[in-house]
C-alpha cells in the first residue's frame, strides 16, 4: 500500500474512532439526562398530589402516601419514595428536591384554584406570582342547607342498595375501593367510604374531569359563548393553510379531532409532571386524520375544547368561571386546578367528593335544571350521550366526553359514564332516575368492573 493510501486509511481509522466515542459519549450523556428528567417528574408529581391532597382533598401526608402515591406510573414509582417533601403550610407549598444543583419541583396552593405544579427550574419564592382569584370570592360551605345545595336530608338508605355499595368497598367487584354511593330519586340510598374518608373527602377525578369539562362547556354553549359547530376554535389554527382550522368543537369532545398523539392515550407527561403549561403544549399537534374521521383518546382533545371557550369568555370572568359554576350546583368541595398560567387542566385535575359528583349526575338527570335556573342548554344530555362520531373498540361507546353503557349486560341502554384513572367513575342513568359515584385507587392489575357493580346496582332498584 502506497504512503498516500495508508495516510487516507490512518485518517478514516481516526475519524471513524472519533465518531464512535463522540456517539458513545452522547449516549451517555443522554441516558444521564433522561434519568435526571425522569426525577424532575417524580418530584414534580409528589409535590402536586401532596399540595392537592392535603389542601384540596382534605387528607393527611400519611394517607397520601398509602394513597396517592403508590400504583403510580412506572416510569416514576421507584423513584418518589426516595424523594424528600418539605411542606410549608404558612406559603401553602410543597417543595421536592431531585437533585443538588437545581431549585426543588414546587406546587403552589391558591384559595379556589387548587395547586399549580410549577416549571423544573422554577424558584420556589416565584409561587406567590401565580394567578389567583379574585379575594372577595367567597370560599365556604353550605353543608347545613338543604340537600342537594348542603347535606341535611341527603340519604333515604335503602338496605338491598347499602349492601351493594358495602360489597364494592368489600373488593367483590374487583379494585380498591374509597367510596361508593347511589343516588335514587333524587336521595342518597347508599353510601359506604374506606376507613379515614367520608362524604367530605376529595379526591382527583383523572379523567372524570373531561366529563366536567364537557359539562362547563355545555354552559357557555347555553350562555351562547361557542357553537359545538363551531370550527377554526383557536386563535393558532386560523392560518388559512392551517388544515386544523377544520377542527370542530364537537370533533374534540368525541376524540374524533384526528390530531396526532405522541402516546397512547395521550397522556401529558410533561403538563401533569413537567410543570409545562397546558394550552401552548395541547394545541401544537399536528393533523394526522381528517376531523371526525377516527376515533383517538387524547387528553389534547378536551385542553384543546375548553382553550376554544376560554377565548371566548370575557377577560374577568376566565379564572372564576369553573369555580363560579360549581357553586351554583353547591358543589363547594368541588376544585378544577390550574397550571402556573392560570389554564385550567380539565382532562384530568379536578378534586372533588362523591357527594359532590352525584350533584352533577343529578343535575343530568334534571335535563340541566336547578333551583329553576337553567345551567345546560335543553337535551344537553342527549348531546352527551349520542355516539354521532366514530367509536373506540371494546365495551364502551363514547358520546361527547362521556362514555356509554349501551352494551354492558344488566345495564338500561341509556346508562352513561364520565370514568377515570385509578377507578373513578360517574355512571348516569335516566330511565331509572338513578346515579352512581364510585371512588378508588385501583392499579392495572387490580381493576374495578364498573358494568358489574352498575348491573348490580339496577337490580336491587328493581
Known amino acids: 500500500m502506497s504512503a498516500n493510501k495508508l495516510k487516507v486509511a490512518w485518517r478514516c481509522t481516526l475519524a471513524l474512532t472519533g465518531a464512535l466515542l463522540f456517539a458513545g459519549a452522547a449516549q451517555a450523556q443522554q441516558t444521564a439526562d433522561d434519568a435526571r428528567y425522569d426525577r424532575a417528574l417524580a418530584a414534580g408529581y409528589k409535590a402536586q398530589f401532596l399540595c392537592s391532597g392535603l389542601w384540596n382533598g382534605g387528607k393527611s401526608a400519611k394517607q397520601i402516601e398509602a394513597d396517592e402515591l403508590t400504583g403510580i406510573y412506572e ?9 424528600t417533601a418539605e411542606i410549608d403550610e404558612t406559603a401553602g407549598q410543597i417543595r421536592v428536591a431531585f437533585d443538588t444543583d437545581m431549585p426543588p419541583r414546587t406546587a403552589q396552593w391558591r384559595a379556589g384554584l387548587g395547586c399549580a405544579s410549577m416549571p423544573i427550574g422554577a424558584d420556589p419564592a416565584d409561587g406567590d406570582k401565580l394567578p389567583r382569584l379574585a379575594r372577595d370570592i367567597a370560599f365556604h360551605h353550605f353543608d347545613e342547607r338543604p340537600w342537594p345545595m348542603g347535606d341535611a336530608g341527603a340519604t333515604e338508605p335503602d338496605s ?91 370533533n374534540l369532545m368525541r376524540m374524533a379531532s384526528g390530531l396526532y398523539s405522541d402516546t397512547a392515550g395521550n397522556r401529558t407527561d410533561p403538563v401533569y409532571m413537567g410543570g409545562t403549561a397546558a394550552f401552548p403544549r395541547a394545541a401544537h399537534w399536528p393533523l394526522l386524520h381528517a376531523p371526525g374521521s377516527r376515533f383517538r383518546y387524547a387528553n389534547n382533545d378536551i385542553l384543546d375544547a375548553w382553550r376554544a371557550v376560554y377565548e371566548r369568555l370575557p377577560e374577568d370572568s376566565r379564572l372564576a368561571y369553573p369555580l363560579s359554576f360549581f357553586r351554583k350546583l353547591g358543589m363547594t368541595r368541588t376544585i378544577a386546578e390550574t397550571d402556573w398560567r392560570g389554564n385550567f387542566i380539565l382532562s384530568s385535575q379536578v378534586w372533588t367528593t362523591s357527594r359532590d359528583l352525584a350533584r352533577l349526575g343529578q343535575l343530568y338527570l334534571n335535563d340541566g335544571m336547578w333551583n329553576g335556573e337553567r345551567l345546560l342548554p335543553e337535551n344537553w344530555l342527549e348531546f352527551v350521550s349520542r355516539p354521532s362520531g366514530p367509536q ?25 359514564a364520565a370514568m377515570g384513572n385509578r377507578g373513578q367513575y360517574l355512571v348516569i342513568i335516566p330511565s331509572r332516575d338513578m346515579v352512581i359515584v364510585r371512588r378508588g385507587y385501583d392499579t392495572s392489575e387490580k381493576r374495578f368492573d364498573i358494568a358489574a357493580f352498575t348491573a348490580a346496582a339496577v337490580a336491587a332498584a328493581r
Not at 416510569?75 to 424523594?83: E, F, G, N, S, W
Not at 373506540?392 to 352513561?416: C, I, K, Q, R
Request: avoid cysteine.
Open 392 to 416: 373506540p373498540e371494546g365495551d364502551f361507546g363514547y358520546g361527547a366526553t362521556f362514555w356509554l353503557m349501551n352494551h354492558s349486560e344488566g345495564v338500561p341502554p341509556d346508562a352513561f
Open 160 to 250: 338491598a342498595m347499602q349492601a351493594i355499595a358495602a360489597r364494592a368497598l368489600a373488593g367483590d367487584f374487583g379494585g380498591a375501593s374509597s367510596a361508593a354511593l347511589v343516588l335514587r330519586g333524587g336521595r342518597i340510598v347508599a353510601e359506604r367510604y374506606k376507613p379515614g374518608f367520608d362524604q367530605h373527602t376529595s379526591q382527583r377525578t383523572w379523567s372524570v374531569a373531561k366529563s366536567i369539562g364537557g359539562t362547563l362547556i355545555g354552559h357557555a354553549v347555553l350562555e351562547g359563548a361557542i357553537d359545538p359547530s363551531q370550527s377554526a376554535l383557536l386563535a393558532q389554527w386560523r392560518d388559512p393553510a392551517d388544515p386544523r382550522g377544520a377542527i370542530t368543537l364537537d
Open 75 to 83: 416510569r416514576i414509582a421507584d423513584i418518589v419514595p426516595t424523594l
